[in-house]
Every structure is written in structure tokens, then in C-alpha cells.
């Protein structure tokens, strides 16, 4: 058993490394360059992949190799192709990106390395859900809670540390060997079939009758593409719970997108500088989230899955409100203690890793065996597909408002959207 969380821990450690560099490096180097936070907001399109990666979820399900694993069959080659990636990055020097051949070329490196990210993570949400039991499902995602945030650590704050005395390309042929030393373990894993796992429909939330039409409509081969997406969708959409579930899916990144090109950029205007974001944000805010994702862990052994969404979104609403009240203090010129802003977004990360031990652990809940990845990266791509959207048009609307505007009337759609979350909690089963 150890060594299953190992497995996860080290996949998701290694798809953290990337994401953590899109996510929490890259707005604050933009931003240290002069970039407006419009432009910023406009590299949010770079995580296009992994709003859209539902459209290749299903062949990720359906076709494998079953003498290497199914998943693994994916995970493998994901990881060779991202080590190779992260190779070239390095060799692209950092000092020429003002330059649009330059430019161009880290766009699309990144881009590829999204897009091969986000096949990897549907392959190895695929491998989580069908070897989690139910009551290992929240030790599960709190492992993967906690790789990803080691990925982030490493990715974002890392890089930022280093960029003071380790060149452009040390540094990415480092995350290259760190990917590389995290695909060992699933190299060594040995997966069992795919075509023989058991499935035992009747547990799988109360929709047997449901699971059954939706397994015969996927067997009539004559069906129309769009009449299968429709099958598809039934599962979301038959009954009252899954129905007011996917709006909780729609709501619950609503305040991360909009705030993702807001407070990095916030901290550089603050007067922090890079290594300080780098140590003290990102590694300090990414060990925050270790604990978060144990402390989440831990308190759903003690409380039920919809009593925690809703007290874990309560906290993550209160941590928003510390970035407003830095923006007061922002607007009226007035010195913050650099200690103070460490520990408001260490909690604001806490609360957030907390937040998503919860959300996976009930996404894996509502994903059944037989199409594991397509149902997981179903409910993840909703999620991100809103937050990316907004997370590129939010930047457009805090260079209008401002900061203190703009996050003040986040902090007000966050209070608003507690409320699907409530109406789920109520019918939870």
C-alpha cells in the first residue's frame, strides 16, 4: 500500500514541476519585466490544454498497451516527451524572449508542454481512480495534493530562488533529471489489466439502472458522435444530486481564476523581489499547502465529505479577504511588514491545498470504474475550463478596477458561490 501512494505521489510531483512554472514563476518574471497585467492575463492561454484535455479523455480510456499497463502505456511516454521538452527550454536563452522568433519558440515549447502535461495527468487520474478503494480515496488525493505542491515548490519558487545564481539552462536541465528520477517508480510499478478489472455497478452512487443504458449506448458503434455525447452527459444530468454537483464543478474556481493574475503581480508592486517571492511565497506558500493537503487528510476521517467542502470553501473565502487588505494597504501606500504578507498567502495556500484534497476526493467518488480518466477529466476540465477563461480575462478587468476594486468584489462572487456548495451539501449522499 505504501507504495501505491508513492506511485501517485511521484506522478503528480512531476506533473507539479511544469504546472508551478506557468502558474507561480512565469507572472512574476512578466511582471519583474514591466509586462501589464492584461499580458499576463493572456498567458493563462497556455493552460488551454488541460481545460480542453476531456476531448482526448476517452481515447486515453479506451486504447492502451496491455502488456506495458493501459495507463502506464501513456504515463511513460508523457514523461520521456516532457524530460525532452524541458531540454530544449533550456537551451532558449531567457535574455533573447524580447525577440519574436524567441518568443514564439518558448510559446509553443511551453504549449507542448501543457498539452503533453495534461495527457499525462488524464492517464494517471485514470490509474488513481482504479486502483483507490473507497476508503483510501482521501489518503490518495492528499498524496496527490502534496506531489503536485512539491512540483509547484520546485517549479515556481525554485526557479525564482535560483535565477539569482543558477543559469537559465542548469535550472531546466534540473527539472529535467527531477522528472526523470520521478518516472522510476512508474516504471518499476506492474499495473494490472485493465480489461479484467472488477466493476461492481451497484455501488457506484445509486445509478446502476443509468450505468447500464450508458454502457449499452456506448456499445452501439452506429451512434452519432453527438447523440454519444449526449449519453455521455446523462450521467451528469439525470438525477437532482449530480445535477446541483455540477454546478458546485462550474463555481468552485470561479475566485482562483479570477485572482490567478492578480496577487503574484500584487506581491511585485508590494515591493518583494524575486528571490523573496521565490522562498518566502512560493516554497513557504507550497509547504503551507503540504500541511493544508495533511490537516484535509486527516479532518475527513473525522467529518463527513459535505460538511468538509463547505468549511474548507468558508476558509479559503476568509484567506481571499488577507489579499484585499493588502491591496487597502497597497492603494494607500503603506509599508506592509514582509512577514505579514509571507504568512497571509501561506494561508491562503494552506486553505487552497485543503480545499482540493476535497474537491478530488469527491470528483474520484463521482467517477465510475469503467471510464475512470474520462470522468475525472471530465469534472477537472469543467473546473478548469472556468478558471482559465476567466483567469485570462481577469487581467484585462484588474488593470480597469485596479487591485483593491477588483479583489473586493471577488471576495463578494466568492460568498455567492458558497451557495451551490450549499445546495449540494443538503442532498449529499
Same mark, same amino acid.
Given at each position: ?202 455501488? /457506484? ?16 458503434? /452506429?451512434?452519432?458522435?453527438? /447523440? ?120 491562503e495556500d494552506m ?17 465510475r470504474s469503467i ?19 476567466l483567469y485570462t ?37
Amino acid at each position: 500500500m505504501p507504495k501505491m501512494y508513492l506511485l501517485l505521489f511521484s506522478l503528480y510531483w512531476a506533473q507539479g514541476l511544469p504546472v508551478g512554472f506557468m502558474t507561480h514563476a512565469l507572472p512574476v518574471i512578466l511582471r519583474s519585466q514591466g509586462v501589464s497585467l492584461s499580458h499576463i492575463g493572456g498567458f493563462g492561454l497556455l493552460m488551454a490544454p488541460w481545460a480542453m484535455k476531456v476531448l482526448w479523455a476517452p481515447f486515453v480510456d479506451k486504447f492502451g498497451h496491455s502488456h506495458w499497463g493501459h495507463y502506464r502505456s501513456w504515463i511513460l511516454p508523457t514523461q520521456f516527451l516532457t524530460i525532452f521538452i524541458l531540454i530544449i527550454l533550456s537551451f532558449l536563452p531567457i535574455q533573447s524572449l524580447n525577440q519574436p522568433i524567441y518568443l514564439l519558440c518558448f510559446f509553443i515549447a511551453l504549449l507542448c508542454m501543457n498539452s503533453v502535461g495534461a495527457t499525462q495527468d488524464i492517464a494517471t487520474d485514470g490509474l488513481a481512480v482504479t486502483i483507490l478503494k473507497a476508503d483510501q480515496q482521501h489518503l490518495g488525493n492528499m498524496f496527490q495534493v502534496i506531489g503536485s505542491r512539491l512540483g509547484f515548490i520546485v517549479g515556481g519558487g525554485a526557479i525564482l530562488w535560483a535565477m539569482d545564481w543558477l543559469d537559465w539552462q542548469n535550472t531546466f536541465l534540473i527539472l529535467a533529471a527531477i522528472v526523470a528520477l520521478n518516472t522510476i517508480p512508474i516504471w518499476r510499478y506492474k499495473e494490472s489489466t485493465y480489461q479484467n478489472k472488477e466493476i461492481d455497478l451497484d455501488k /457506484e452512487i445509486g445509478h446502476k439502472d443509468a450505468a447500464i443504458d450508458h454502457i449499452r449506448n456506448i456499445a452501439q458503434l /452506429e451512434i452519432s458522435i453527438v /447523440e454519444k455525447f449526449k449519453s455521455y452527459l446523462n450521467y451528469f444530468f439525470e438525477n437532482k444530486q449530480m445535477r446541483i454537483w455540477f454546478w458546485v464543478l462550474c463555481s468552485i474556481k470561479i475566485t482562483d481564476g479570477l485572482t490567478g493574475p492578480i496577487t503574484k503581480p500584487l506581491l511585485v508592486d508590494l515591493g518583494l523581489t524575486l528571490s523573496q517571492i521565490g522562498v518566502y511565497i512560493t516554497m513557504l506558500g507550497a509547504v503551507a499547502a503540504l500541511c493544508g493537503a495533511g490537516l484535509a487528510g486527516f479532518l475527513l476521517k473525522k467529518i463527513k465529505r459535505n460538511q468538509a467542502l463547505l468549511l474548507f470553501a468558508i476558509l479559503k473565502l476568509i484567506s481571499l479577504t488577507g489579499f484585499a487588505w493588502l491591496a487597502v494597504m497597497h492603494e494607500q501606500s503603506l509599508q506592509v511588514s514582509a512577514m505579514l504578507i509571507y504568512l497571509i498567502n501561506a494561508l491562503e495556500d494552506m486553505t487552497s491545498a485543503m480545499l482540493l484534497v476535497i474537491i478530488l476526493t469527491l470528483v474520484m467518488q463521482y467517477s465510475r470504474s469503467i471510464h475512470a480518466g474520462t470522468d475525472f477529466t471530465f469534472q477537472v476540465s469543467i473546473m478548469a475550463c472556468v478558471s482559465g477563461v476567466l483567469y485570462t480575462v481577469s487581467g484585462v478587468i484588474g488593470d480597469y478596477l485596479g487591485y483593491l476594486n477588483f479583489l473586493s468584489y471577488i471576495v463578494i462572487i466568492g460568498v455567492i458561490c458558497l451557495i451551490p456548495i450549499y445546495r449540494w451539501m443538503i442532498n449529499f449522499k
